[in-house]
């Protein structure tokens, strides 16, 4: 039984088709990669599916229910959320406070109590610390809890914002090039820490560009080319695909360092 | 942070309101000083709707001119309390900023910047064109608070000056306990998220229209208890109290401060209460002063006087 | 009938002034995000100066040649200290650099000048011309006829000069200007004395109508970004037909319903705009980019 399902989604800008007719699903504790050269709409399906754009026609469904353009802090409270290919961090909030906005939806704030300083407002933000100092240790960050988040590095930014995402505790996460900008260790160490969310039970979908570690780690993949799904399936039939080398050849890029 | 840091703060600044009155030349500074307060009160507010939320107002003092007539009119023509009139002030500008936040909190920048400049200027002019209830331009009278009497028949005798820096200052502290706790809640992170990132805001889970309004409400309801309390201890309101120029005034105390911070926000208020004390003797070349050092301190020191020696001294938590 | 007449020609001098103003404004955002709040103070100064130049015995179009000179060399000195220096800081840095602006040349002409009203003889005299049943005053023309004159030639700048589409290809995106060649920092430098010069220009034509004094420049910048936000900000077209409106508007306001709270109709109209159309009505619609 899939979690995340997507049906026949498509958006058109003025008179430009960035994506159309995309149908493909995620079942829990899978990892699916959308991939595709530069410009083929991939990070405007994210944005579709998180809510952040309004799709034109189809659906996007979560376990089940109809969620096509809810907006995406509806989405967030039933669990999917979602990490981002230029960076959107809290710059001027410490990276612990990055965290714990992610602990958001579980804390529940009430306005009087937090003015107030009552003791229930204290003990929910002392509980939502002590995860989310977890959470930092998770993605190697807790050093750091107490800096500014604009003073970081880009690649520690990017396993902030995934710590962030862990923060919802989500059940599908979309992941926005995590890895992008990250030197080979850093990448192996992302690599793993998704595969690590995925054994528990949350399902991924992934757009990234360095494609050694996008047949490494997916389930499934699924390719998009000028805004269509033109293959899908295991990493090794979609690298075999006569369609998806065309595509790749065809936008004259080496995929392992495409980006944008 | 901690709460430490809180208590701290709170206390310097208790120490320093109960010092300054030993280098008081005269009476006359117990009413400047209270002027401060009162000033520093409506400027924590915007602390947290410019600073925290990341929202604009040009229209602030809209809402101190509520406060400040709800004080006015309420006793006369309600027959209720002076105190129960602040109340009533800060209720009514708080329902006020709900009915229109909603709407005009989804503009951005500019666009936010003159709906909340039209609400003001609508409200200024209510106030001095229905000449009837308000007298118009000319100002009216204001109640007095009756709270001095009480203390002096329980044997403690206060001048009116000496009375409003107390209690202007205890209101302060309050109001800057709350905003500190705000900060550090998980409902000001929420509005500091959404002034990082509205996107990634959302994506958490956060719903930023709600707390918009919410920074938006609270920062009346401060602007209204001002007003009140600058109404009270004038006995006379004039519908200036409401105006464009004061509600620049508040904005500017904000940010020349340090608009993220609230004992910036804070000096900010102190030094542009001042200022025109101190520039009077300037006499015609006040004006031109004024906007000089306006424009030098935002060229010089962006963040604001206190963030940016703060940033110099490395000295973290304020 | 004659009275309504009436309104929309008063509706449209004053108008046309809003709209000079608000194309100040537009003027300067598009070459640098920066709403300047001085705006009004411009026409303030291109008002009391021809003012004082002409009562020194200058002919009055020497006068004010000098006024709107003067003012675009405040313009550009404004950019050069004031702006630029603060490049890149937010909005709310900006907007009390510029209002400290507007307050520094108001008490610098308090000082240099006085606080007394003053006034201009109308250019081609006071004898009223009957139109439609209604009266309308010379200078009416002169005031609108300036600002049609005004975007008609700015109009021909950006389209058809080079210098104007350096100016259109450095609002659109100032470092792909750069990139090309464009020399951003005169393009500032040009916008600002362009948007001065048409602010002093607007205070010659209306102050033989309205008068001038050192303070007149606050309630004009406000109306003048009103109406840009009215019709949508950076929008030349938008600026005119939101400064015309918002005359419009105030004009019927005082006609038929209260002359106390025609300014107060102008903000209404503002809010009731921005609530359906949070663009204003011009303005283009942004997609985030994510």
């Known amino acids: 039984m899939a979690i995340l399902e997507i049906n026949g989604l498509g958006i058109s800008f003025g008179g430009l088709r960035a994506v159309n007719d995309v149908s493909f699903s995620v079942k829990p504790g899978e990892i699916v990669s959308v991939i595709g050269p530069n410009g083929a709409g991939k990070t405007t399906l994210f944005n579709m599916i998180s809510g952040v754009y309004l799709p034109s026609d189809g659906e996007v469904k979560l376990n089940g229910e109809n969620v096509t353009a809810k907006a995406p802090h509806l989405l967030a409270e039933k669990g999917l959320t979602r990490t981002f290919q230029n960076l959107q961090i809290f710059q001027e909030m410490t990276v612990l406070e990055n965290v714990l906005a992610g602990f958001h939806l579980s804390v529940r704030p009430s306005i009087l109590s937090d003015l107030l300083s009552l003791p229930g407002a204290k003990r929910r933000s002392a509980e939502a610390r002590e995860k989310a100092m977890a959470f930092l240790e998770k993605v190697r960050l807790a050093n750091a809890a107490e800096e500014e988040a604009g003073n970081l590095s880009y690649g520690a930014l990017k396993r902030l914002e995934i710590a962030r995402a862990l923060a919802v505790g989500p059940k599908v996460l979309l992941l926005d090039e995590p890895a992008a900008g990250c030197n080979a260790v850093e990448t192996e160490e992302i690599d793993e820490l998704i595969a690590e969310l995925a054994q528990s039970g949350i399902a991924i979908l992934l757009v990234e560009h360095d494609m050694k570690m996008v047949m490494r780690i997916s389930n499934h993949i699924v390719v998009l080319d000028h805004g269509e799904k033109i293959a899908e399936g295991t990493p090794e039939a979609v690298s075999k695909n006569p369609d998806v080398i065309a595509a790749y050849l065809g936008a004259e890029e080496e995929p392992a360092h495409a980006d944008g | ?318 | 009938m004659d009275a309504f007449m009436q309104f929309i020609f008063s509706g449209l001098t004053v108008g046309a002034v809003y709209a000079l103003v608000a194309l100040g404004f537009t003027i300067i955002y598009n070459a640098s995000d920066v709403v300047n709040f001085a705006q009004g103070e411009f026409v303030m100064l291109g008002g009391m100066i021809t003012v004082f130049a002409f009562d020194a015995g200058l002919p009055l179009p020497l006068a004010a040649a000098i006024a709107i000179v003067i003012t675009a060399g405040i313009g550009v000195a404004l950019n050069k200290f004031a702006i630029e220096p603060a490049r890149g800081a937010p909005v709310v840095t900006l907007i009390i650099i510029t209002i400290g602006a507007s307050i520094l040349i108001r008490g610098a002409s308090q000082v240099v000048f006085d606080k007394q009203l003053h006034r201009l003889p109308a250019f081609s005299g006071d004898d009223p011309i009957h139109v439609l049943g209604a009266t309308l005053l010379p200078q009416s023309l002169w005031v609108i006829g300036g600002a049609i004159g005004i975007f008609i030639a700015l109009w021909l700048f950006f389209t058809r000069t080079l210098l104007g589409k350096a100016v259109l290809a450095t609002a659109n995106n100032r470092l792909a200007a750069q990139l090309v060649g464009i020399n951003t920092g005169f393009v500032m430098t040009l916008s600002f004395a362009l948007s001065a010069a048409i602010g002093a220009l607007a205070g010659v034509l209306v102050t033989p109508i309205t008068l001038v004094s050192y303070d007149v420049g606050v309630g004009l910048a406000l109306k003048g970004f009103a109406a840009a936000m009215l019709g949508g900000m950076g929008n030349p077209k938008g600026a005119l037909a939101g400064g015309l409106l918002l005359g419009l508007f105030e004009a019927l306001t005082a006609g038929y319903i209260s002359s106390q709270y025609k300014e107060a109709v102008a903000f209404i109209v503002i809010l009731a705009v921005l609530f359906v159309m949070p663009q204003g009505l011009f303005g283009a619609k942004k997609t985030e980019r994510v």
């Open chain 2, 1 to 318: 942070m901690s709460a430490n840091s809180k208590w701290v703060q709170l206390a310097v600044l208790a120490g320093i309101m109960l010092v300054l009155p030993v280098f008081f030349p005269s009476g006359y500074y117990y009413r400047v000083g209270a002027l401060v307060y009162v000033n520093a009160l409506s400027v924590i507010g915007l602390v947290i709707l410019i600073g925290y939320a990341g929202q604009i107002s040009l229209g602030h003092a809209g809402f101190a001119g509520i406060g400040a007539y709800a004080c006015a009119l309420a006793p006369v023509h309600l027959g209720i309390h002076p105190a129960l009139a602040v109340l009533l002030g800060a209720v009514i500008s708080g329902v006020l900023a709900i009915l229109i936040g909603r709407p005009i909190l989804r503009l951005k920048g500019y666009y936010l910047a003159v709906a909340t400049l039209g609400f003001g200027i609508l409200v200024s002019m209510v106030l001095s064109n229905e000449r009837g209830l308000t007298g118009g331009p000319d100002g009216m009278a204001v109640p007095d608070l009756g709270l001095r009497q009480v203390l002096r028949g329980m044997g403690l005798k206060l001048s009116g000056g000496e009375f409003w820096y107390i209690a202007n200052a205890l209101v302060l502290l309050v109001a800057i306990w709350i905003a500190l706790n705000l900060f550090h809640s998980a409902t000001g992170r929420a509005m500091r998220a959404l002034h990082g990132s509205e996107t990634a805001a959302r994506t958490v889970g956060i719903d930023v229209a709600r707390y918009k309004l919410q920074a938006f409400v609270i920062s009346a309801v401060y602007a209204s208890v001002a007003g009140s309390l600058l109404a009270l201890q004038n006995g006379f309101i004039t519908p200036d109290v409401a105006g464009f120029m004061h509600s620049v005034e508040m904005v500017t105390m904000a940010v020349l401060g340090g608009v993220g911070s609230v004992l910036g926000a804070t000096l900010g208020a102190a030094i542009l209460t001042l200022l025109p004390q101190v520039l009077t003797v300037l006499a015609d070349y006040e004006q031109l002063v004024l906007g000089l050092i306006m424009i030098l301190v935002m060229i010089f020191l962006p963040l604001g006087l206190l963030p940016s020696i703060a940033a110099r001294i490395r000295w973290r938590g304020v």
